[in-house]
């Protein structure tokens, strides 16, 4: 059974990553380990938006799984865009090995309000686990007790738990199928 | 739960753009085709006519452009929602756009939240003209999936006024004694409704301080900053486009009441610190364990409240009222919690059936619920045993204070671990767990061997 590797992107040191990795250990029931960091992402960046591309971070991170995982997910506290869209909490390659999330805007103080270190780790764990999510092939799910749920704004992600509900956990099992398209 | 997803075509010059929207949308469970001009596009449509809910169209394109591809659009399926799409500049040919026809416009790069918005709305509008076919496949659903569980005649009653209800936009007060499920009816009142497009918003009034509850509601802005940045989206604002769920409404303190009731009669609220008239659409339904007519001649409940969300009642009856349904509930909680634990636990014998059958449930629905999850962290795989059950007698509530959960299972594991003598391979067996969780409980419960 692969594990599934968190990958430390530039800023990524200002955050407990052993903590995240513990957590998402719980919602996978999966290994969770840390991987070398990756500091030069520079050919992600767009200087016209100042923000990084998350896809071109994501075609960087496929080449990177290490040997004793299955998927790689990439942290980092860049702010992430995708061509059409003003920014991204994060990305991931539906069904693939890679993916990457970004704190920068589940930072409350992104929002002129005081910093909050507990909310700020518990939205990156939902936001993380989301992804990872994705790449097992898990679409958005309409269960508002599910973090497949969509969130295009941060209040949105304080209202999911951090686990998957039944159907997208069975999913998502390590000897559950792969993938289910819904 | 379906009916909320589209067929949407994308059509743009720009690969990226097409790419990116795809993966966006597809994420978002839409199935999604994409063309990278105008005649491409055309040839989408009639291959199949009618079936399409959304075409996204860049307004500048080489050859025929968005304007005329627009109108091509409309001349083979009228009810099909164009959203145009412009850049900065072009918001002119936008507007344009709209007089002949167009549903919207979005400038890009789109917010996402705008853009989320945008569909959600142009596919309510899809479904409105297809209501009846769809709204009727979904009623067939409502006592299925992780909705509200039970065939028990009382529960028959409860989809009754549910199906009732849900298609009209009418508040909606949901009566029961605490623990009963009233949230999850209030979904699927809301799933049944033609506002299932956009959220569901749950408040628990009853949770939050005098204060707290405002900020909540109607959320803040910081008021030297304006902008975009500094503000937070209250409840109300997240509700727009959805439905509002006032969870014990009850025991709001009677100031808040106040507030509420505004609210509610004009749909019109400001942020705390800000000065903006916000608008909201959301319907409202609310639930509540207390009796409100004594509250009400009590003087503790506004009478003008009272009216407003007294408009159609549901009561959901207690378990013990129920009992025939606490089967189909047992195996509904030890499917979901053998998912979140990644436990095999397939059965319950007819003996630890039997004691739940006896017991009468002062709390409910959830407290069945939490007693097969203590049952399923100490339980041995594959079936669930009397003794797995630790019950409280007597009538009261179940008292506070004793052992957590986290409690209950780090004791568990200890035993059983000792009891192996720390053989992991045996020990996960027993729990049946697998390993890489069981070292995962013992790193987290810090056990060490002595
Ligand atoms: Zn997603
Ligand atoms: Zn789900």
Known sequence: MGAIALMPLPGAEAIDLERIALQLEFSLHRDVTLAESLRHVDQAYDPSRDQYNSRTLIDLLRGLVPRDAERVLGVTSVDLFIPVLTFVFGEAQLGGPAGVVSFFRLDNRFYGLPENGELLLARLVKECVHEIGHTYGLLHCPDPDCVMRSSTYVEQIDLKPANFCIECARSVQPDGPSSRMR | ?450
């Open chain 2, 1 to 450: 739960m379906s009916g909320q997803n589209g067929k949407i075509l994308v059509v743009d010059d720009e690969l990226s753009v097409r790419d990116s929207l795809r993966e966006w949308f597809v994420q978002d469970g839409h199935e999604v085709e994409t063309a990278a001009e105008a005649q491409e596009a055309l040839r989408h449509l009639q291959d199949r006519q009618n079936e399409w809910d959304i075409v996204l169209v860049d307004i500048k394109m080489p050859g025929m452009d968005g304007m005329e591809l627009q109108r091509r659009i409309h001349e083979l399926d009228p009810g099909v929602a164009v959203i145009m799409i412009t850049a900065y500049a072009s918001v002119d040919t936008a507007v344009a756009a709209l007089k002949s026809g167009a549903y919207d416009y979005i400038t890009k790069p789109f917010d996402p939240d705008n853009l989320s918005n945008l569909i959600r709305k142009a596919l309510q509008q899809r479904a409105l003209q297809r209501e009846n076919l769809r709204l009727r496949d979904q009623i067939s659903d409502l006592e299925r999936g992780n909705e509200i569980i039970g065939r028990s005649r009382q529960m028959q009653e409860v989809y009754e006024l549910v199906r009732t209800v849900a298609p009209t936009d009418s508040t909606v007060i949901i009566r029961g004694e605490s623990g009963t499920g009233k949230e999850l009816v209030a979904r699927a009142i809301h799933v049944h409704s033609n506002r299932r497009y956009f959220p569901l918003i749950p408040v628990n009034c009853g949770a939050l301080a005098e204060g707290i509850l405002e900020s909540e509601l109607f959320g803040h802005e910081r008021g030297a900053f304006t902008g975009a940045h500094y503000r937070r989206k209250g409840k109300l604002e997240m509700a727009d486009g959805g439905t509002l769920f006032l969870d014990e409404i009850g025991n709001i303190a009677k100031k808040t009441q106040m507030d509420l009731l505004r609210v509610l009669e004009t749909k019109q609220f400001t942020r705390l610190g800000g000065s903006e008239v916000v608008t909201a659409d959301f319907r409202v339904v609310c639930a509540t364990n207390r009796n409100l007519e004594l509250a009400l001649q009590e003087g503790e409940f506004l009478e003008e409240l009272y009216y407003r969300v007294n408009v159609f009642t549901i009561h959901l009856p207690p378990l013990r009222e129920r009992k025939n349904d606490i089967p189909l509930l047992v195996e509904h909680f030890v499917c979901k919690y053998g998912m979140a634990m990644g436990k095999r636990i397939e059965k319950i014998s007819p003996d630890a059936l039997d004691r739940l059958m006896q017991h009468s449930w002062p709390g409910n629905v959830r407290e069945l619920e939490n007693a097969v999850e203590r049952a399923m962290v100490v339980g041995h795989p594959p079936r669930l045993e009397r003794d797995d059950f630790s019950l409280h007698l007597g009538n009261g509530p179940p008292r506070a204070g004793s052992e957590s959960l986290e409690e209950v299972e780090q004791e568990h594991i200890r035993n059983v671990l000792e009891k192996h003598g720390w053989n992991i391979t045996r020990s996960a067996e027993i729990l049946g767990i697998n390993r890489v969780t069981l070292y995962n409980k013992i790193r987290k419960y810090e056990l060490r061997k002595d």
